[in-house]
């Protein structure tokens, strides 16, 4: 656990180094997203994510960074309480 806090961290301090340098660059909080779940965002044993919330977190990410209509169907899917700015970055 500690050194997956610290490799977090690390993530984060580096995405907002370059995010300040380069404006097309971001971070995207998947990884806090998943983990707001607590273990029900795993399968048995806790390692891995859920397949369904993988899904979940990309077509929350492309709503995030992609116009919704070049994405069809894909959007449709995301759970009404995932909608809205709560988790974009921008």
């Known amino acids: 656990m500690l050194a997956n ?3 977090r961290a690390l ?3 580096a995405a907002d180094v370059l995010s300040k340098k380069y404006p097309k660059v971001d971070y995207f909080p998947s990884y806090e997203i998943v983990t707001s779940f607590g273990t029900r965002g795993y399968i048995e044993g806790n390692v891995h994510v859920k397949e369904d919330v993988v899904e979940q ?3 929350y ?3 995030c960074y992609i116009n919704p209509s070049d994405l069809k169907d894909s959007v449709a899917n995301i759970p009404d309480d995932w909608r809205g700015p709560a988790f974009c970055p921008t």
């Open 57 to 59: 977190v990309v077509s």
């Open 5 to 7: 806090s610290y490799s």
């Open 11 to 13: 993530l984060r301090v």
């Open 61 to 63: 990410m492309a709503e």
